[in-house]
């Protein structure tokens, strides 16, 4: 019999197959594959458009996949539209490739005022969890992306890890290469042995939260539409997606 997989290492798992190259703009990433009713596919192209926009999206890549198209294993059942976009967790696997050791901590809700993230005010712990926290907290309505695209305050799905401070100037060049890439989901970069957004780190180490990546959707459930995600669903290659602004 199959042992249950917690969170954290179904993060490590994917982490580490991640190819994505931020300067070429090739290679894989991690992805969240979401449905929703095909007669809802303007108003999430109208989300998603402005959550990239407003930076409240890990990315503006997205893949559209209509009824009866497999993405994987998975085929798109009738009437729905398949939606895959990145999840943060590309980042993970950014550090992992450049050398840096990463210990995902949890996935929780961050309040957000004036555009400026506050703190966590929901927390569920990776090495605690076999679901994803964010798809957790998306499903129990704990969100209110809508308002924080709108007026820049409110509730976002967002997650963090840690690293050890000797790492800090391999991962300011990740952050440098993401910064003129299709990635732009940091949300805040703390300080050694200092809790980040009310998050407590480890002796030595530093916490960086990201945005989560399955807030769009979140926001299209809270335009009342239909949505179902699953987060962590594997690697794509990032060439098949196109931006939203595109559509």
């Known amino acids: 019999m199959p042992s249950l997989k917690f969170s954290n290492h179904k993060i490590e798992d994917f982490a580490i197959q991640v190819t994505f190259d931020p300067k070429a703009g090739e290679g894989n990433v991690v992805y969240n594959r979401s449905l929703i009713r095909n007669e809802d596919l303007e108003f999430a192209i109208s989300v998603l458009k402005d959550a990239n926009k407003t930076g409240v999206s890990v990315s503006g890549l997205v893949k559209f996949l209509a009824s009866g198209e497999k993405i994987a294993d998975f085929v798109i059942p009738k009437g729905c539209t398949g939606i895959c976009t990145m999840c943060s967790i590309t980042f993970d696997g950014l550090l992992i490739r450049r050398g840096v050791p990463v210990n995902p901590i949890g ?12 703190r966590f005010t929901d927390m569920i712990l990776y090495e605690h969890t076999t679901i994803d926290p964010l798809q957790v907290l998306m499903s129990h309505k704990t969100t209110s992306v809508t308002n924080v695209m709108r007026m820049g305050s409110g509730r976002l799905l967002a997650n963090i890890r840690e690293f050890h401070m000797e790492a800090e100037p391999l991962v300011g060049e990740v952050l440098d290469e993401l910064s003129s890439s299709s990635y732009s989901g940091i949300l805040d970069v703390g300080m050694p042995n200092i809790p980040l957004l009310g998050v407590p780190v480890n002796p030595e180490y530093i916490g960086i939260a990201a945005v ?8 299209i459930r809270e335009g009342g539409r239909w949505v179902q995600t699953s987060s962590l669903k594997g690697l794509i290659d990032i060439l098949e997606l196109e931006e939203i602004r595109d559509f």
């Open 107 to 118: 996935g929780g809700v961050v309040e957000i005022e004036n555009r400026t993230p506050i």
């Open 212 to 219: 989560g990546g399955t807030n769009p959707m979140a926001a």
